[in-house]
């Protein structure tokens, strides 16, 4: 299995700051890496695919980079709503594997 | 607009088996991989398998013969079977719709909480 690793865990930022969430694969997925957030109670929304293609109807303030083994995902700068539990997520083969998640909260 | 809903128990014993139906609606079941994907309280996401729309599936290798999918095209459904469920099993249990393979997943259900509990 392909495992991902995220860092960090979590992470407390202000309204307004830059933010970055790294993910590491344990082996080459090329650009398979997608980006999801979720928050508590609602299904989980797809933000970035193929490592850097913003989703349709995302904000412009997500952004995605990356290939091979290291990805990031940018969050230029935070508003309120965007304070939840980010995930990557490799499609470039089964069993589909996810990061541990990523808590953002708000300081 | 692509809808996904999930239903079925939201309580079993242990040793019971886990049936759960997602329902499509907006767009048809062929031509996509139909994917069930769970997340136990206060841990990640963890995907469990999927099926085409042919029937053809792929599971977590650790959950052995436990899992099972099934689709039914005319009824635009398709099914989660896990047997023999314990209390490791209690999670949000979500549907996910992929376009291929190496799809992201573009569509999800909102989830149904399952609690195995004696």
């Known amino acids: 299995d392909i495992q991902l690793t995220q860092s960090p865990s979590s992470l407390s930022a202000y309204v307004g700051d830059r933010v970055t969430i790294s993910c590491r694969a344990s082996?080459?997925?090329?650009?398979?890496l997608n980006w999801y957030q979720h928050k508590q109670g609602k299904a989980p929304d797809l933000l970035i695919y193929a490592a850097s293609s913003l989703q349709s109807g995302a904000p412009s303030r997500f952004s995605g980079s990356g290939s091979g083994t290291e990805f990031t995902l940018t969050i230029s700068s935070l508003q309120p709503e965007d304070f939840a539990t980010y995930y990557c997520q490799q499609s470039d083969s089964v069993p589909v594997t996810f990061g541990q998640g990523t808590k953002l909260e708000m300081k | 607009q692509v809808q996904l809903q999930e239903s079925g128990p939201g309580l079993l014993k242990p040793s019971e088996t886990l049936s759960l139906t997602c329902t499509v609606s907006g767009d048809s079941i062929s031509g996509y991989y139909w994917t069930w994907i769970r997340q136990p309280p206060g841990k990640g996401l963890e995907w469990i398998g999927n099926?085409?729309?042919?029937?053809?599936?792929n599971y977590k290798p650790s959950l052995g013969s436990r899992v099972s999918m099934s689709v039914d095209t005319s009824k635009k459904q398709f099914s989660l079977k896990l047997t023999s469920v314990t209390a490791a099993d209690t999670a949000v249990y979500y549907c996910a719709r992929a376009t291929g393979t190496s799809s992201p997943f573009w569509y999800w259900g909102q989830g149904t909480l399952v609690t195995v509990s004696a």
């Open positions: 082996q080459s997925i090329t650009t398979y």
């Open positions: 099926i085409d729309f042919s029937g053809t599936t």
